[in-house]
């Protein structure tokens, strides 16, 4: 990518990051929003992906193959500061199912809370 990933913020502690699937940007994710919207929920954090909403295309040739790869770099570029325990199985995973699903969440499951 030339230049930094286009990222929306809300709310703040512990970090959620949300990517959107292939054919849409971030704003689309905005609808669940108000699902983790109580005080003290965490932050969520909305990249678009390479080429979609305000996040420059790839370089050269790059197309949705190489998107997995580089959604993580976003994130690390857009200092999201998002802690990854084990970012290599992340990867291998985000490359394995990428064809194969619309969208991703991702959390650190001994952080994740569910209900009020």
């Not at 703040?12 to 905005?30: E, F």
């Amino acid at each position: 990518m030339s230049g930094p990933p286009n990222v929306g913020r809300k709310g703040d502690g512990l970090p959620l990051v949300a990517i959107h699937g292939n054919g849409v940007d971030h704003p689309l994710l905005l609808a669940l929003d108000d699902c983790p919207a109580e005080p003290g929920c965490g932050e969520r954090i909305y990249l678009d992906l390479p080429g979609f909403g305000g996040t420059p295309p790839l370089d050269g040739t790059g197309g949705l193959p190489a998107l997995p790869m580089c959604d993580l770099r976003g994130a690390r570029r857009s200092r999201a500061n998002v802690h990854l325990e084990q970012p290599d199985i992340v990867h291998a995973l985000l490359r394995e199912w990428s064809g194969r699903v619309r969208s991703t969440i991702g959390g650190d499951p001994g952080e994740v809370r569910f209900g009020v």
